[in-house]
């Protein structure tokens, strides 16, 4: 069966029906409960206080005709017009997986941020249909009673805390 790929780009995102990759972070794209899509709009009022105190600062020095006052001003205002200019929204998508909620992806591009939502959200559609289509009954008796044949035995669970890659020796 062919891997469908519904999303790829050079920022090392990659969505396909079996996995989702964000940079170096990878999830199983059955294992996403849901896709949001979050907007950070920064904080603006401290870049517009500076600015109007900028601009009190330098009328005041033009009234008092006082250069150092002028200048702070100056720098006020130049303080002030660059912290605004920097305060554009960024876009983000938030996942909710069986851990909780991951934010996977921000940018300040919207449609950049629509475009992955949109793919992630068709690949999570196909992997549950996949899912579904796996879980169902075998079409005769004969399949089931060969496939409770060869199916393992399953084991008991081990005591103790978190599971290991490899045993310890006693």
């Known amino acids: 069966m062919a891997t469908d790929v519904f999303h790829m780009d050079a920022n090392g995102v990659r969505?396909?029906?079996?996995?989702?990759?964000?940079?170096?972070?990878?999830?199983?794209?059955?294992?996403?409960?849901g896709v949001d899509r979050v907007e950070d709009k920064g904080v603006r009022w401290p870049g517009m206080g500076?600015?109007?105190?900028?601009?009190?600062?330098?009328?005041?020095?033009?009234?008092?005709?006082?250069?150092?006052?002028?200048?702070?001003?100056?720098?006020?205002?130049?303080?002030?017009?660059?912290?605004?200019?920097?305060?554009?929204?960024?876009?983000?998508?938030?996942?909710?997986?069986?851990?909780?909620?991951?934010?996977v992806l921000a940018s300040r591009d919207k449609r950049y941020v629509e475009v992955v939502s949109e793919a992630l959200l068709r690949a999570m559609s196909a992997a549950h249909r996949a899912r579904g289509s796996a879980r169902e009954e075998p079409a005769s008796a004969e399949e089931s009673n060969a496939d409770r044949e060869t199916a393992p035995e399953p084991q008991a669970p081990r005591r103790g805390g978190r599971p290991t890659r490899r045993r310890r020796r006693r």
Request: aromatic share 8%.
């Open 50 to 103: 500076t600015l109007f105190i900028g601009l009190v600062i330098v009328a005041v020095g033009f009234v008092l005709q006082h250069m150092i006052t002028l200048m702070i001003g100056a720098v006020a205002v130049l303080s002030g017009s660059l912290n605004l200019s920097r305060k554009r929204p960024r876009y983000g998508i938030r996942i909710t997986t069986q851990r909780g909620p991951v934010y």
């Open 15 to 33: 969505i396909s029906a079996h996995r989702s990759v964000f940079g170096e972070h990878t999830y199983a794209t059955r294992n996403i409960q």
